[in-house]
């Protein structure tokens, strides 16, 4: 078995998807900025440039060169402080980090990423955002200045993962012949504290309580969990560039035509 590093590993998905490698067999190299005593070793603030290489740096020193996996959990929703700390973690906490641990992933056999996303990023306000472009682009200082000016998190919440997806499926058809492979797993609503304080939200619960996916429920971390297990397993061999959707059936529900 293998090591795979988790960022966002002391609550929700994250800490479910360490809960679930681990169990597997897999050693967990845990990441989060809050502490916790099962699978983070490493404490960082992935919203800054410093917090990133600062994480890189520690999980190379961890890992000892066996890295065989990563998954992008830590992120932030539209309860954050402020619309451009969304962009900076749900963004550039992701691409810097898998930039940074690329070379580790390649000395490893069947070596693969998963971002986790959402099903945000189909909403229609996020596309044609210039944030997106400016994420796309590399251009952290610029992007925060638009989500700052904007001031509205649902957009930087649904530009940012617009444009990780992106960025992911270029990065997949880019590093595919390296035998790198790089998945996202696009969650609808799912039971965490991050999904509770939107519910609690003024500007905001009435909205995320009635956007209620065809099953009728919830998801549990575990099934997302789940989902990311298959990714980064060798069962999982010929998936890359993917968008798999674990919503109950919410994307369905709303773009039935688009796939
Ligand atoms: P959560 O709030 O339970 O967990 C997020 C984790 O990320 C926390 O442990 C937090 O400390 C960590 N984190 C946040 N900012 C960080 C930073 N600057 N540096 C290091 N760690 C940081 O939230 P949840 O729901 O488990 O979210 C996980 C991912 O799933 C996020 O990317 C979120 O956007 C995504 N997602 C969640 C959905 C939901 O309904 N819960 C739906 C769709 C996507």
Redesign the pocket.
């Known amino acids: 078995m293998s090591v795979i590093a988790v ?10 998807v360490c809960e679930f490698l681990a169990n597997q067999g897999h050693t967990i190299i845990g ?4 502490t ?1 005593e099962k699978f ?1 070793q490493v404490s ?5 440039p410093q ?1 990133r290489v600062a ?1 890189i740096e520690h999980v190379k020193a961890l890992a000892k060169g066996q890295l065989s996996g990563l998954v ?6 539209v309860t ?1 402080p402020d619309a451009a ?1 969304i962009t ?3 963004f550039f ?1 992701v691409t810097e980090l898998v930039e940074g641990l690329k070379s580790d992933l390649y000395q490893n056999d069947n070596p693969a990423v998963v971002v ?5 990023a189909t909403a229609q306000l996020a596309g044609p955002h210039a944030m997106v472009d400016t994420m796309l682009g590399g251009d952290e200082t610029q992007t925060r200045q638009l989500a700052q000016s904007a001031n509205a998190p649902q957009i930087s ?1 649904a530009a940012s ?1 617009y444009a990780v997806t992106c960025w992911a499926r270029q990065q997949a058809a880019a590093e595919g012949n390296k035998g790198l492979r790089i998945n996202v797993v ?10 509770q ?2 519910k609690e939200d003024p500007r905001f619960g009435e909205a995320v309580k009635k956007f209620v996916a065809p099953v009728g429920r ?2 549990q ?1 575990a099934e ?1 969990a789940a989902t990311v297990g298959f990714l980064i397993s060798e069962q999982a061999s010929f998936v890359t560039g993917s968008v798999l959707f674990v ?1 109950g059936g919410m994307d369905a529900m709303v773009r039935a035509k688009y796939f």
């Open positions: 960022t966002g590993s002391a609550s929700g998905i994250g800490a479910a990441i989060d900025r809050q916790d983070t960082a603030d992935l919203s800054s917090g994480a992008c959990c830590a992120g932030v929703g954050a700390l900076s973690v749900n906490g986790i996303g959402s099903v945000a919440y993962k696009a969650p609808g609503a799912v039971e965490t504290p991050l999904h304080a939107s919830a998801g971390p997302i919503d």
